[in-house]
């Protein structure tokens, strides 16, 4: 059976999310990222010290967005693009929810609500909520359509909404971007984000 190595308050979550939509039996072994990370026998599931990881048979992955295209391709629900153009987009976008959408995302959170209190520098979370506007101009230009890969909701969707979706606790405000909102209101809205919100408690 499919081993997910995390917990549900991490980006294990976007793992989640994708094993509750394909609904294949999977077990969540529990790995904190505060010290249990990088203990010896976990750092050879994940020698970057860092959840999520994945077992499926003899692979093993780490990378929670290389690891949700890998189910999304092995386990196809209709999460995989159809054509080579939609898989080139799942690439895309699932490359640039990491590279340019994440870390302003994460630095606001860090420093508005994760961060013991006394460590939070109000300074830092402000420049990233200014830099967080780029990468939400950009999704909101691009959402032409219901969907980012075509016109089904695919792994595409499902690894920018699982980064994304974390926009609110951090207090940002999606209200420039209406596509964006309506968009990310419609993967929230499916069943299988509700079955993983459920498991998550
Ligand atoms: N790019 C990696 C980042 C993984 C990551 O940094 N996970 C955090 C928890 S959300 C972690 O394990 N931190 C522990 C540490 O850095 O010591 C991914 O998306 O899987």
Redesign the pocket.
């Known amino acids: 059976m499919i081993k997910l190595y ?1 917990i549900p308050r ?3 979550a ?1 793992a989640l999310w994708m094993l509750e939509e394909l609904q294949v039996p999977y077990e969540l072994v529990p790995v904190n ?2 010290g249990e ?2 203990k010896p026998d976990y750092l050879k599931i994940n020698p ?6 994945l077992r499926d048979g003899d692979l093993t992955l ?6 949700n295209l890998y189910l999304a391709r092995k386990y196809d629900k209709g999460l995989w693009p159809k054509t080579v153009e939609g898989e080139a987009k799942a690439y895309q976008w699932s490359i640039w929810s ?1 590279t340019e959408l ?1 870390e302003p995302l994460l630095t606001v959170l860090l420093n508005r609500a994760f961060l013991p209190e006394d460590q939070r520098d109000p300074k830092k979370a402000d420049d990233a909520a200014q830099r967080f506007k780029t990468p939400l101009n950009v999704l909101e230009g691009q959402l032409t359509g219901e969907y980012l890969a075509g016109k089904d909701f695919t792994v595409a969707d499902l690894n920018v909404a699982s980064v994304l979706g974390w926009a609110p606790l951090g207090g940002l405000d999606l209200g420039s971007a209406p596509k964006v909102q309506a968009w990310l209101g419609r993967c929230t809205g499916r069943p299988g984000y509700a079955r993983f919100v459920a498991k998550m408690g």
């Open positions: 995390g991490s980006r294990t976007r990222f505060i990370a990088r970057n010290g860092h959840i999520p990881a780490f990378e929670s967005l290389a690891i990491m994440e």
